[in-house]
């Protein structure tokens, strides 16, 4: 069974800092594009930053400059650096990665549970 586990969120003063893990487990043949989404109360779920299994990145504009998103393929993890943090990025962070299983056999689109972040003034 696939799962992918987030990690690192909290509470954190404007200004602050956080680094969010979100590590891939189970029988995994590849992990394609990785990626951070964020859902605010009331809000739909936005795209923060994804990733290629090559390392290319890109970014939703308002986090430019600030967040930051890598990944380990060793360790099938894909972080995410937050700095500069405002009480606008508090929400619930997801990841999201397209698995390949075995040849012929992907999760184009699979979803962690989530780890929180929130951001006080």
């Known amino acids: 069974q696939v799962q992918l586990v987030e990690s690192g969120g909290g509470l954190v003063q404007a200004g602050g800092s956080l680094r969010l893990s979100c590590a891939a487990s189970?029988?995994?043949?590849?992990?394609?594009?990785m990626a951070w989404y964020r859902q605010a109360p009331g809000k739909q779920r936005e795209l923060v930053a994804a990733?290629?299994?090559?390392?290319?990145?890109n970014y939703e504009e308002s986090v430019k400059g600030r967040l930051t998103i890598s990944r380990d393929n060793a360790k099938n993890t894909v972080y995410l650096q937050m700095s500069s943090l405002n009480p606008e990025d508090t929400a619930l962070y997801y990841c999201?990665?397209?698995?390949?299983?075995?040849?012929?056999?992907?999760?184009?689109?699979?979803w962690g549970r989530g780890t929180q972040v929130t951001v006080s003034s």
């Open positions: 999201n990665a397209d698995i390949t299983l075995r040849i012929g056999v992907r999760l184009p689109s699979y």
């Open positions: 189970g029988s995994i043949f590849r992990i394609n594009a």
């Open positions: 990733i290629t299994s090559d390392g290319a990145t």
